[in-house]
């Protein structure tokens, strides 16, 4: 049977994997509250089409931090893609790329960041970084990205520890024995290094931190993890160039809001002085729309990125992509909307959210 929406390349995933593989793609921290409202809250949004408009043609490209982008839908970046496909992230890049979007690559990648970049040289990638305790690490892992071509500096912000993932615990042994970290060590070394030791993130890294790193790197610097009115103004204040609105997938903090609900709030502290952008529990066209009509600039997808790495690795990612692409255009074509500068707020019934 073809697979026609994301959840089909959940389910076959779920068939597919290993106990362990499948519980750490799904992981949630504590009750896991977060990661299901991040999905039902989309589901409380209702829309108001418009009708006999000409929308003969629909265009769903647009640009993020002034790159143009085929949809506004993007790849978030998860750790360890070796685990779902032999040539993991070297086969995200290359899907990445054919579907012409973004692709924020993870510190916690299982591929060279090099090979990364070799096998999908004209891609759009950002870098996602796990501040390091140790700074000179950081320094190397920054300047090494930004030679590499990567456009976009993403520094996760609600990780300063692991939060607590009662599956992954309970599947400790069998998950560590192939976990490991390609990107901490200078490339001349080429040493990878197991998960289990790897260096810690940093927990004292705080605002003031970010001048230091805004004073070695020309990328722009996007934080991923915010979730109030008094962070977005701070980030805009400390110069910050974007924001994913993100809880991590309901990974780090349960019971935080869903993403879509901290949307709003967000987007309107920073009055339009940065791009916002949004991820956590988008799987179909309409949560897309829904997301850009509150002001996200673009979402990221996570877990089912995986899913279609797992389904067929590169091919399987083309598919997702593809599918949630048609799925955003044909909502875009039914609600009236040409072109994405057209959608906004006007487009969500508001007495129910
Ligand atoms: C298996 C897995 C690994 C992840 N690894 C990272 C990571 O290395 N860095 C990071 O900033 N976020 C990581 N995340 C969080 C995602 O970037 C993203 O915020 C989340 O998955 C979005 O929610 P969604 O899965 O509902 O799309 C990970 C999420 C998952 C599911």
């Known amino acids: 049977m073809p697979l026609v929406c994301l959840k089909d390349f959940k389910a076959h995933a779920r068939d597919r994997l290993s106990k362990s593989s499948w519980d750490f793609i799904e992981g949630v921290a504590d009750e896991g509250i977060t990661r299901d409202e991040n999905i039902a809250a989309f589901k409380k949004i209702r829309l108001r089409p418009r009708y006999l408009r000409d929308v003969s043609e629909v265009d769903t490209r647009t640009t993020i931090q002034g790159e143009e982008i085929s949809a506004p839908i993007c790849i978030s970046p998860t750790a360890f893609h070796g685990m779902f496909w032999p040539d993991g992230e070297v086969s995200t890049a290359r899907a990445a790329q054919e579907a012409g979007i973004c692709y924020i690559t993870s510190t916690f990648a299982s591929c060279t960041?090099?090979?990364?970049?070799?096998?999908?040289?004209?891609?759009?990638?950002?870098?996602?970084?796990?501040?390091?305790?140790?700074?000179?690490?950081?320094?190397?892992?920054?300047?090494?990205?930004?030679?590499?071509?990567?456009?976009?500096?993403?520094?996760?912000?609600?990780?300063?520890?692991?939060?607590?993932?009662?599956?992954?615990?309970?599947?400790?042994?069998?998950?560590?024995?192939?976990?490991?970290?390609?990107?901490?060590?200078?490339?001349?070394?080429?040493?990878?290094?197991?998960?289990?030791?790897?260096?810690?993130?940093?927990?004292?890294?705080?605002?003031?931190?970010?001048?230091?790193?805004?004073?070695?790197?020309?990328?722009?610097?996007?934080?991923?993890?915010?979730?109030?009115?008094?962070?977005?103004?701070?980030?805009?204040?400390?110069?910050?160039?974007?924001?994913?609105?993100?809880?991590?997938?309901?990974?780090?903090?349960?019971?935080?809001?869903?993403?879509?609900?901290?949307?709003?709030?967000?987007?309107?502290?920073?009055?339009?002085?940065?791009?916002?952008?949004?991820?956590?529990?988008?799987?179909?066209?309409?949560?897309?729309?829904?997301?850009?009509?509150?002001?996200?600039?673009?979402?990221?997808?996570?877990?089912?990125?995986?899913?279609?790495?797992?389904?067929?690795?590169?091919?399987?990612?083309?598919?997702v992509l593809k599918i949630l692409k048609n799925e955003f255009h044909t909502s875009m074509t039914l609600i009236g909307c040409r072109s994405v500068a057209e959608i906004n707020r006007d487009l969500i019934q508001f007495s129910r959210l």
């Not at 300047?143 to 692991?162: C, M, N, W």
């Not at 809880?247 to 709030?265: K, M, W």
Request: glycine share 8%; proline share 5%.
């Open 113 to 319: 960041l090099e090979d990364i970049v070799a096998s999908a040289p004209k891609g759009l990638r950002w870098f996602q970084l796990y501040v390091q305790s140790d700074w000179q690490l950081n320094k190397q892992l920054i300047q090494r990205v930004e030679s590499l071509g990567f456009k976009a500096l993403v520094i996760t912000v609600d990780a300063p520890i692991v939060g607590k993932r009662r599956e992954d615990i309970r599947n400790q042994l069998d998950l560590m024995k192939s976990l490991q970290l390609k990107n901490l060590r200078p490339p001349t070394e080429r040493n990878s290094v197991p998960y289990i030791q790897s260096p810690p993130i940093s927990t004292s890294f705080c605002w003031d931190n970010l001048s230091w790193i805004q004073s070695i790197t020309q990328l722009p610097i996007i934080l991923k993890g915010i979730l109030t009115k008094e962070d977005a103004e701070l980030a805009v204040e400390h110069n910050v160039r974007g924001i994913i609105v993100s809880n991590h997938g309901g990974r780090q903090l349960d019971e935080v809001p869903a993403s879509i609900d901290a949307l709003t709030e967000v987007a309107t502290a920073v009055k339009g002085k940065i791009e916002v952008y949004l991820d956590g529990g988008v799987r179909t066209g309409t949560d897309v729309l829904k997301a850009l009509a509150l002001g996200a600039k673009c979402i990221f997808l996570g877990r089912p990125i995986l899913w279609g790495l797992a389904y067929k690795g590169e091919d399987g990612i083309e598919e």
